[in-house]
């Protein structure tokens, strides 16, 4: 059997959200006896390491037909975001030949590039996030006024995108139940998972991460919270503790904070497993965006105590089961959440076991794999 995986960004090019979701997908795919071809964006200089594919087929995302391809965006209603995706998907779809299975992640971001091209095969659609509603609380709470007006017109963008990728799929996925119940009806969530390790240690120093792409946007304002208002407040009632800030592009102002008042940067990760089992507590102080929050589910893996804000342990809810993470809202709450563990390595010890639990029970990424085998078996057999 054959199959097409189609991606904005090709996997293995960077750490985003869609790209470790294609590695996943790459996974289920090869466990389900496909044959697959992996087509998706490429930036210039990027070389794309995509072992278990057996055909990449990779589509250059030149920055030269931006604004044409923004002006066509503009007149047609299609998402803008789309522009960014411009290049020649459907010559690649048309390379690929007839196959067996499509799977198609963030369709709504690719539609004006692929209308026409994804053939008689099986859809199934991937939205992994609920674009248009994370557009809508963008369009609210992002604090620059150009961001927000920029979301409102977007925001219903992406809605008819969304509704018109989901049009003729064979099967709907989301990451969350939070995305799938924002999304058109028939989506399902299947939640990315973690690799579950052998635990990290119980006694730990008193080190708090902060964990994610660090130049996206709802990451970068956290980050830039906890520096300016959170982190204050813990260090005057712990002065020996340590903040670990670990992701992907790291921007200037965060990598500004390194070696200073406890503040550690590294940027990117290398073994992020590793990296936080030197952690005692985890903090997710994260307002915006939608998908499957990774870096609690991965504090969770890594037997690491969770203050988080409620959005994002609302997202990390499993088949009803909520989270074992401390929620806090405001700078003060947060603050002494975090000191409390800081103060009390028992509680942070058994609180961190507790999500060790959580994530071996609702967040084994094997259970995912065979999940999603399952979705493109449905599709196949869907009338």
């Known amino acids: 059997m054959k199959a097409v995986l189609l991606v904005p960004r090709l996997p293995g090019t960077g750490f985003t959200g869609d790209r470790l979701r294609a590695e996943i997908?790459?996974?289920?795919?090869?466990?389900?006896?496909?044959?697959?071809?992996?087509?998706?964006?490429?930036?210039?200089?990027?070389?794309?390491?995509?072992?278990?594919?057996?055909?990449?087929?990779?589509?250059?995302?030149?920055?030269?037909?931006?604004?044409?391809?923004?002006?066509?965006?503009?007149?047609?209603?299609?998402?803008?975001?789309?522009?960014?995706?411009?290049?020649?998907?459907?010559?690649?779809?048309?390379q690929a030949g007839r196959m067996d299975l499509v799977v198609a992640i963030l369709l709504p971001r690719l539609l004006p590039h692929v209308v026409g091209?994804?053939?008689?095969?099986?859809?199934?659609?991937?939205?992994?996030?609920?674009?248009?509603?994370?557009?809508?609380?963008?369009?609210?709470?992002?604090?620059?006024?150009?961001?927000?007006?920029?979301?409102?017109?977007?925001?219903?963008?992406?809605?008819?995108?969304?509704?018109?990728?989901?049009?003729?799929?064979?099967?709907?996925?989301?990451?969350?139940?939070?995305?799938a119940a924002h999304l058109p009806a028939g989506t399902r969530a299947v939640a990315n998972g973690v690799m579950l390790l052998p635990p990290g240690p119980a006694e730990r120093a008193p080190a708090v991460a902060f964990t994610g792409r660090l130049m996206y946007r709802p990451n970068r304002l956290a980050a830039r919270r906890l520096l300016r208002e959170i982190w204050p407040r813990v260090r005057r009632a712990v002065p020996d503790?340590?903040?670990?800030?670990?992701?992907?592009?790291?921007?200037?102002?965060?990598?500004?904070?390194?070696?200073?008042e406890g503040v550690e940067v590294v940027s990117p990760v290398p073994d992020m497993a590793a990296f936080l089992r030197r952690a005692r507590i985890v903090v997710a102080p994260v307002d915006l965006g939608t998908g499957t929050p990774n870096k609690l589910f991965e504090a969770f893996e890594a037997g690491?105590?969770?203050?988080?804000?409620?959005?994002?342990?609302?997202?990390?809810?499993?088949?009803?089961?909520?989270?074992?993470?401390?929620?806090?809202?405001?700078?003060?709450?947060?603050?002494?959440?975090?000191?409390?563990?800081?103060?009390?390595?028992?509680?942070a010890a058994r609180d961190g076991a507790a999500g060790r639990a959580f994530a071996e029970a609702h967040a084994?990424?094997?259970?995912?794999?065979?999940?999603?085998?399952?979705?493109?078996?449905?599709?196949?057999?869907?009338?």
Not at 118 to 132: I, R, S
């Open 241 to 260: 503790a340590r903040l670990l800030l670990g992701g992907a592009d790291a921007p200037d102002e965060i990598r500004a904070s390194h070696g200073r």
């Open 117 to 179: 091209a994804l053939g008689e095969a099986p859809l199934v659609v991937d939205f992994v996030d609920a674009l248009a509603e994370a557009a809508r609380q963008a369009a609210r709470h992002d604090p620059a006024p150009w961001r927000r007006g920029y979301w409102a017109v977007e925001a219903p963008r992406l809605a008819r995108a969304e509704a018109r990728a989901a049009a003729g799929a064979a099967g709907l996925l989301a990451t969350t139940p939070f995305d």
């Open 25 to 94: 997908h790459l996974l289920a795919l090869n466990d389900a006896g496909f044959e697959t071809t992996v087509i998706g964006g490429t930036a210039p200089g990027e070389e794309p390491r995509v072992p278990l594919a057996a055909c990449v087929r990779a589509v250059p995302l030149a920055p030269s037909r931006l604004p044409f391809a923004l002006a066509r965006a503009l007149v047609s209603g299609d998402p803008l975001q789309s522009a960014l995706f411009s290049g020649a998907f459907r010559t690649a779809l048309k």
């Open 364 to 383: 084994d990424r094997r259970v995912s794999v065979a999940a999603l085998v399952a979705a493109y078996r449905a599709a196949r057999e869907k009338p």
């Open 304 to 347: 690491a105590a969770v203050v988080a804000s409620p959005g994002v342990i609302a997202r990390a809810a499993s088949s009803g089961a909520p989270p074992p993470a401390r929620s806090a809202v405001m700078d003060e709450e947060f603050a002494r959440e975090i000191a409390g563990y800081l103060t009390d390595s028992v509680r």
